[in-house]
C-alpha cells in the first residue's frame, strides 16, 4: 500500500487542524493504521492508532482527548483531527500501516511498521 499524508502548514497555537492520508494500490480497510511525528534529531513517536477491523483507537497521553484518528475505507483515506495544538507539536506527522496481524499496541512502535507515508510538517506559532 502506498501512502500520502496531506495538510500540514502554518498554524496558531489553539486553533484545529485536520491531516490526511489518501492510501493507494490497497485498500487500508486492511491494514491497522497510524500517526506518528518526528522532531528534528529525535526518532519518531506515535500519535495515534487504529485497528483494521473494529476501528479500535489508541492515543499518546500528550494528544488523548485533543486529536482523534479516523479512517474513511469509502474514500481509502485516514485522517487526524487535531485540536488545541500547541506549539510545541511543530513537527513531520508521518502516516503509517501495519499488517493486521500486529496488535493495536505494536503499532506505536516504529519498528512494528510496515508501510510508511511521506511526511507532512506544519508548525505552531505562539
Known amino acids: 500500500v502506498q501512502l500520502q499524508a496531506f495538510g500540514g502548514g502554518p498554524v496558531q497555537a489553539g486553533v484545529s487542524l485536520r491531516l490526511s492520508c489518501a492510501a493507494s494500490?490497497?485498500?487500508?480497510?486492511?491494514?491497522?493504521m497510524a500517526w506518528f511525528r518526528q522532531y528534528p534529531g529525535k526518532e519518531r513517536e506515535s500519535v495515534a492508532a487504529i485497528r483494521w477491523n473494529d476501528d479500535s483507537t489508541y492515543y499518546s497521553d500528550s494528544v488523548k482527548g485533543r486529536f482523534t484518528i479516523s479512517k474513511d475505507n469509502a474514500k481509502n483515506t485516514l485522517a487526524l483531527q487535531m485540536n488545541s495544538l500547541k506549539p510545541e507539536e511543530t513537527a513531520v506527522y508521518y502516516c503509517?500501516?501495519?499488517?493486521?496481524?500486529?496488535?493495536?499496541?505494536?503499532?506505536?512502535?516504529?519498528?512494528?511498521?510496515?508501510?510508511w507515508g511521506q511526511g507532512t510538517e506544519f508548525t505552531v506559532s505562539s
Open positions: 494500490e490497497r485498500s487500508l480497510s486492511a491494514y491497522n
Open positions: 503509517a500501516a501495519g499488517v493486521p496481524l500486529r496488535s493495536l499496541v505494536s503499532m506505536t512502535s516504529p519498528d512494528h511498521i510496515d508501510y
